[in-house]
């Protein structure tokens, strides 16, 4: 019997404004047309895979992310065994396609496209949800994207455990919060009053708050309707907060994002085939986003 391995799955909320139905299939139908798009450094990725996912009442779109090394064709090579530098054709330096990429990497990914989801699930065992955010906004730059959707919005889903630790936080010295508009997030009352009031109200798609507190020695104290900015912020993954202040148990200055804390759940799967892992992170997806 094979040994089980465990995954992890993270949770990326892409929004698009405005959201008629059937936008987010043709956008990540275009996204993965674009060639690539920057990572970090000399990496780079692009959707290499992408087909329609049917399942009983599931219907979803199934893909793969691809990273791989972005080579200068310029550069000169080394020699390690002889220990000399290779510069030229000529002496031995490997003439290589412009088109061919090393260091390919893939990651699957279920996407939900409906008006109420909207919602990326992947395995984010060696591709950090930082990364894959800059994957998917880098793509979403391309004239192409941006002439026919707009502005596209990609962020990670994150726990509470950001928020309880920047309200625990005995000298909260700076808070800055983004948030964009949400699309049909499944808010609270208060959450969504703020969206109301705030950003559907006054007609933006993102505000961005900066506060600081009277004086140095004082504490910001956030109020029923920041708490709600928050929260739409990182659990929903429709922005981020960054809080600055003192360590309540070591008085200590920290730093909190809440892009440090993303949302991650366990998926163990005893198989290694593709379809098998496909209709497992299906599943987790069900249950994440409560669909019977």
């Known amino acids: 019997m094979p040994r089980s391995k465990k995954f992890w799955v993270a949770c990326l909320n ?7 139905d059937g936008v987010y299939e043709r956008l990540m139908k275009a996204l993965a047309k674009v060639k690539s798009a920057p990572i970090y450094g000399d990496e780079r990725g692009a959707i290499n895979y992408l087909q329609p996912y049917s399942r009983g009442d599931i219907s ?10 972005n080579l200068d064709p310029h550069t000169g090579w080394y020699d390690e065994e002889n220990k000399t530098n290779i510069d030229s054709p000529d002496k031995g330096r490997p003439i290589i ?15 939900f496209p409906g008006p109420r989801h909207h919602k990326l699930f992947y395995i984010c065992n060696s591709f950090s949800p930082t990364k894959a955010c800059k994957l998917l906004s880098g793509l979403a730059e391309d004239k192409v994207i941006k002439k026919n959707f707009g502005a596209v919005n990609v962020e990670m889903m994150t726990t509470r455990d950001a928020i309880e630790q920047i309200l625990r936080l005995s000298l909260l010295s700076s808070l800055f919060i983004r948030v964009n508009l949400p699309n049909n997030d499944h808010l609270s009352d208060e959450e969504q009053a703020f969206v109301d009031y705030c950003l559907d109200g006054q007609n933006v798609r993102m505000i961005q ?6 004086s140095s020695t004082d504490s910001i104290k956030p ?12 659990i929903h993954g429709n922005g981020y907060v960054v809080a ?27 198989s290694q085939q593709t379809n098998v892992i496909v209709n497992s992170l299906v599943n987790l997806a069900r249950k994440w986003l409560k669909i019977k």
């Open 14 to 20: 892409i929004t698009v404004h405005p959201h008629e």
């Open 60 to 69: 979803c779109l199934i893909g793969t992310f691809v990273r791989f090394t």
């Open 244 to 270: 600055k202040g003192r360590d309540r148990d070591t008085g200590g200055r920290r730093e909190i994002s809440s892009r440090d804390h993303p949302d991650k759940r366990e998926m163990e799967i005893d």
């Open 223 to 234: 109020n029923d309707q920041t708490k709600a900015m928050m929260r739409v912020a990182t």
């Open 97 to 111: 396609p412009p088109n061919f990429k090393p260091n390919r990497r893939e990651t699957i990914f279920v996407f």
């Open 209 to 214: 708050q900066d506060m600081r507190p009277k």
